[in-house]
């Protein structure tokens, strides 16, 4: 057929089109999609999708025994696992009305701590790769791995740990173990300048990060940001220190701000947080030797155990920002209602979708990383 005889087609002219950002994607954590419409390569519209991997935690703990969500609860956040057995073990001990051992308390803090220097290890090196950065990525992993090493040697599991459980621990510390955890503390630090400068004042990494998905405090409080997120923008608000649990009161330690709000306060923040913890951690190793006692209190059977009718509330400061558990019971052997508000369910959702906006494309990923969020928060 000759050109001429083709019916021409007409399409109206438009640079916008929709691109499915994740699952796939490096720069965006486990099973998160993004799914943006872009006008040339600005983002125009965001709608998160959480994915169909960890997932209705809430309803599966309805239908587990008391004790056994201990094992369920550390899935909800894989990065920073020890928060949920600790906040949902102390929902259950206000409902038994179950005091702590003393001794227990500390042991609890000590793992947060650890907890949440691992966690920020792996959120530097993801943030760092979404830029190019993928020797700190590497370097985050590998020293994430020597607290990785601590918690086998405690607990016996690297990832998931399920020891805290309503009362206190499973047991105590192995012997020597405060002498390893001081020198992995000792080693940790020793590698913050290196972190400094190949990442933190790395030129290439503040002039990507800087103005970068920025949000006032107004906004972060309407939005319902919390943790690092909210200090980032000059809000000094940690329920470790402003609603305390376990003896964070007899602990010394700051709470870092800074001011901008953007991609680079929220990842300066968490630089320093990781400094802090590690200052807490040497207080807790200093004070444990002279802290005796039981590791837990005596409880029920666990296969019979009726929880007393109530509900409560309760909060501890993950990684990520405020971690809280609803729970109701109907004096049964099963929770009659779970709710888990994690932080990463208003940062990850309603937070990343305003900030995306505007972005340019090579810059949604570190908006992600910059909100260090966890997917089956979402989804949960």
């Not at 799914?35 to 703990?61: I, P, Q, T």
């Not at 009718?309 to 209602?337: F, I, M, N, Q």
Request: hydrophobic content about 40%; charged content about 25%.
């Amino acid at each position: 057929m000759r050109p001429e005889n083709y019916q021409a087609i007409s399409h109206p002219p438009s640079n916008e089109y929709e691109l499915n950002f994740g699952p796939n994607h490096p720069g965006i954590e486990g099973n998160y999609a993004l799914k943006v419409k872009l006008h040339g390569d600005v983002v125009v519209a965001a709608r998160a999708d959480g994915g169909y991997l960890h997932r209705g935690f809430e309803k599966l703990m309805e239908g587990r025994l008391w004790i056994q969500n201990i094992a369920l609860v550390p899935r909800i956040c894989v990065p920073d696992p020890v928060p949920m057995e600790v906040c949902y073990s102390m929902a259950v001990e206000v409902l038994n009305d179950m005091e702590v051992p003393e001794r227990a308390q500390w042991l609890r803090v000590l793992q947060l701590e650890l907890s949440r220097i691992a966690a920020h290890l792996f959120t530097f090196g993801g943030h760092a790769a979404t830029t190019g950065m993928y020797t700190t990525m590497y370097w985050g992993v590998a020293d994430r791995d020597q607290i990785l090493d601590l918690f086998e040697e405690w607990t016996g599991g690297r990832v998931y740990h399920i020891y805290n459980i309503p009362g206190g621990v499973r047991r105590d510390m192995p012997a020597g173990f405060l002498d390893r955890v001081s020198c992995t503390m000792d080693y940790i630090e020793s590698r913050l300048p290196d972190y400094d400068n190949l990442f933190f004042t790395n030129q290439v990494f503040v002039d990507r990060a800087r103005d970068t998905g920025p949000m006032n405090q107004q906004q972060a409080l309407e939005w319902g940001v919390t943790g690092p997120n909210l200090r980032a923008t000059g809000l000094a608000f940690d329920v470790r220190r402003d609603d305390p649990y376990l003896v964070y009161d007899q602990i010394d330690f700051d709470i870092p701000t800074e001011a901008p709000g953007d991609a680079w306060a929220r990842t300066l923040v968490r630089r320093q947080e990781l400094k802090q913890s590690i200052h807490i951690v040497r207080q807790v190793v200093e004070k444990l030797p002279s802290v005796s006692g039981p590791v837990r209190t005596q409880i029920p059977n666990p296969l019979a155990w009726n929880v007393p009718a109530g509900e409560t509330y309760t909060r501890v400061e993950s990684s990520k920002g405020e971690l809280g558990y609803y729970v109701v019971s109907d004096g049964g052997d099963k929770p009659h209602r779970v709710h888990v508000r994690g932080p990463s369910s208003m940062h990850a959702v309603q937070v990343l979708e305003q900030l995306a906006v505007g972005a340019r494309l090579e810059d949604v990923a570190q908006i992600m990383f910059s909100l260090d969020a966890c997917p089956p928060e979402v989804d949960r």
